[in-house]
């Protein structure tokens, strides 16, 4: 399955967060959403094959790496308060073809 | 990409049958219906997809009139398990959001004993 770590962070304002996810074994495919309490999840950004491959409606001081392990890492600069959401990473088998998303569990970030 | 409209909330009691509808009327030719669900502090789940007509598997059903407007997931016999918040979205088969999920606020499903 999908793994993220950490479950639970605490960061102050104006620092910086790494968040990690594992994903499934041979997805090429690693998405980023980030879900405040009470909404859907909001699309970040994709990556595809180690590369961006779209992004949302975010500022570029969140940005991302993935990398050929079936690992990944959302970064988020100069934090605010209002970055304090549910961060969920989710990869898929192939961005090419309109396959099933398979969510990790998710890193509950607190900006404060 | 095709916005859905579904209700905010539901409430039902345990082995009845629950069907949520989703209104999709500007869906486009090479779009998906796809629905996950979500329990609290966790990932959303895909549950099912369909193009057109009836789609099923082992948890849900998924009726599409021919249309495509919208789309109504079905859950034979709910339990208190079942209490989730489930969404409705319209997937691309192409093009540059291919991959991608665009979730609304969901629906709210609250299963009573």
């Known amino acids: 399955g999908v793994t993220q770590s950490p479950t639970h962070l605490i960061k102050t304002r104006g620092q910086q967060v790494t968040l990690r996810c594992s994903s499934q074994?041979?997805?090429?495919?690693v998405s980023w959403y980030q879900q405040a309490l009470g909404q859907g999840p909001q699309f970040i950004f994709q990556?595809?094959?180690?590369?961006?491959?779209g992004r949302g409606n975010f500022p570029p001081r969140f940005s991302g790496l993935q990398f050929p392990n079936d690992s990944s890492e959302l970064n988020v600069n100069a934090l605010e308060l209002d970055d304090s959401a549910l961060y969920l990473c989710a990869s898929s088998l192939d961005v090419t073809r309109n396959t099933e998303a398979f969510f990790g569990q998710g890193t509950r970030l607190t900006v404060v | 990409l095709a916005k859905t409209t579904q209700p905010i909330s539901m409430d039902s009691y345990e082995g009845q049958e629950v069907n949520i509808t989703c209104s999709h009327n500007?869906?486009?030719?090479?779009?998906?219906i796809t629905w996950y669900q979500q329990f609290p502090s966790q990932g959303p789940r895909f549950i099912i997809q369909g193009y057109k007509t009836k789609v099923t598997n082992e948890v849900a059903s998924l009726f599409i009139p021919a249309d495509r407007k919208s789309s109504t997931l079905s859950l034979p016999r709910v339990s208190l398990s079942d209490t989730a918040v489930y969404y409705c979205l319209v997937v691309s088969d192409r093009g540059s959001t291919l991959g991608r999920l665009y979730f609304g606020r969901g629906t709210q499903l609250t299963v009573w004993p």
């Open positions: 990556y595809y094959r180690e590369e961006e491959n």
């Open positions: 500007n869906i486009a030719t090479n779009d998906y």
């Open positions: 074994s041979g997805h090429n495919t």
